[in-house]
């Protein structure tokens, strides 16, 4: 993806690129396989709230540099520093988990795009994508167990509501990686494609979402994830407002009109 600009957070180790309606979050600490710190974690969180209220951007994808992770994990090294006293722990945990929140309830679509190792907080920033598309070499699974971390409430309900209790139990119990094709046929992952066709691939389908009503996916988005009956997500009633709101915006106005006259819409997200 050619950038029209690039911005350097965490001291380089986490990157905001944009190009047009697309704008691609990298995990960069390739060193250490993309290993997420306490400020990538307090990063990305600021990175978030920016681009929800950003009306140009349209999609998120969340990406690893380097060929062998997309995350795989937390970074074990800082556990010391920054996880070994009570109030560290619940220091830390704080903020991971409201940036792992903050991904989850984003309000517009977000693409994992994963290659190499997919582990722990890694894992659990894909799942709180809308779409996980894999290279056929990505290895993926959540491996608390080894390290007798406790994995909390909202991590597992993610988990759970995306590919059930029994399949959760399997990764949160067995604390073992999957390879790919195991991954999507148990429902952790949207698509696995070959590693030189998964840029390909991801951009695609950024491109095809970019492309349709931002008011109309935003609102698929925020029905989907109230079904899914998370802490903090939108209600029925907030659903219905949005949906008026699609009913009366200039977007549904010209999509009617483009219909009517054979030709490409032009949505403004207003």
Not at 1 to 20: I, K, P, V, Y
Not at 85 to 106: K, T
Not at 107 to 132: N, Q, S, W
């Amino acid at each position: 993806m050619q950038s029209d600009q690039m911005e350097s957070h965490a001291g380089g180790r986490l990157l905001l690129t944009r190009e047009g309606a697309l704008a691609r979050i990298t995990f960069n600490k390739p060193e250490r396989m993309n290993a997420m710190s306490l400020d990538m974690w307090e990063a990305l969180h600021a990175v978030l709230d920016g681009l929800a209220v950003d009306d140009s951007v349209r999609v998120v994808v969340l990406s690893g540099a380097g060929d062998k992770a997309f995350v795989s994990g937390a970074d074990i090294s800082e556990f010391e520093t920054q996880r070994s006293s009570e109030d560290s722990v619940q220091r830390y945990n704080a903020i991971s988990e409201a940036s792992d929140a903050a991904l989850y309830s984003f309000p517009k679509p977000t693409i994992a795009e994963i290659k190499g190792y997919c582990i722990g907080g890694g894992m659990g920033l894909a799942v709180a994508c809308d779409f996980r598309i894999c290279a056929d070499d990505a290895r993926l699974g959540i491996t608390a167990g080894r390290l007798g971390l406790g994995y909390n409430y909202y991590g597992v309900h993610k988990l759970v509501e995306l590919a059930g209790p029994s399949v959760a139990a399997r990764i949160l119990y067995a604390a073992e990686l999957f390879p790919a094709d195991q991954a999507l046929a148990m429902g952790l992952v949207t698509q696995v494609v070959a590693r030189d066709a998964l840029s390909v691939t991801v951009n695609d389908l950024a491109q095809r979402i970019a492309g349709n009503a931002p008011l109309t996916v935003m609102t698929a988005k925020a029905a989907i994830r109230a079904i899914g009956g998370a802490d903090g997500v939108p209600q029925k009633s907030d659903i219905d407002a949005l949906v008026a709101q699609c009913f009366a915006s200039e977007d549904y106005a010209e999509g009617r009109r483009a219909f009517t006259e054979k030709r490409k819409p032009v949505f403004k997200g207003r």
